[in-house]
């Protein structure tokens, strides 16, 4: 009888959610426990296998220097790494740090800061190195965490989508909350995943799984901004769960310029 395909949990600098949301599928997860020997995974067991690993799913951000080693000893001993939530995709909330002095806020935060040793900085996994697959998400959605392993174990390409939160709020029939109450919303340059979460209580997208395929963030800040939309909430805004992913980066940064030389952002005409 053949292996099973050995399947390893990692976790990096994050709150552990994505992990939970594993643990959470329940049902699915026992089917997902019965194709592969989860031999890696210290949220959900204490014991554990040694690699060389089929498929390696990571957790959270590097944000030290063991974590940049650590990285890539992972890697070197998965056939197929995939990155799983905000954190490990986009550097995370954590990643608010990249914008400001790290020494400060430790001093601020620890009594005894000399003995804390970090980067300056909140990165991806893959700006450390190769990744395979990014599953995004702040949680990720368990039932895409389970449709990407049995892709995997299938040898074919997840089906995971990457369309818009707008496209989903028409499917459920959801009133747009930029055009009703005149909010800056993230829906429209921002992955679908969520379910609407937030529209769905007449709240704005808040970029949870990231940006979708070619997001326009440029058009749409300068078109809130033309709205009447602060320049500085909306920075705060894009500056969110994935603000350290490149098209959230570089719109913040170009609309903190803008509004620092007294500009309104471009809008479409």
Known sequence: MAAKPKLAVFKFASCDGCQLSLLDAEDELLAVADAVEIAYFLEARTRTLEGPYDVGLVEGSITTAHDAE???RIRDQCQFLVTIGACATSGGI???RNWADVNEFISQVYAHPEYIKTLATSTPVADHVIVDFELRGCPINKHQLVELVAALLQGRKPRVPRYSVCIDCKRKHVVCVAVAQGVAC????TQAGCGVICPAYHRECFGCFGPK???NLASLLGHYANR???AVQLVRL???FNGYAPEFREASDDLETAAALGNTP???S
């Open 186 to 189: 993230l829906g429209p340059v």
């Open 70 to 72: 650590r990285i890539r």
């Open 266 to 268: 471009d809008a479409p």
């Open 213 to 215: 395929e070619q997001p």
């Open 228 to 230: 009447g939309a602060d």
């Open 94 to 96: 954590q990643s608010l």
């Open 238 to 240: 894009t500056r969110n």
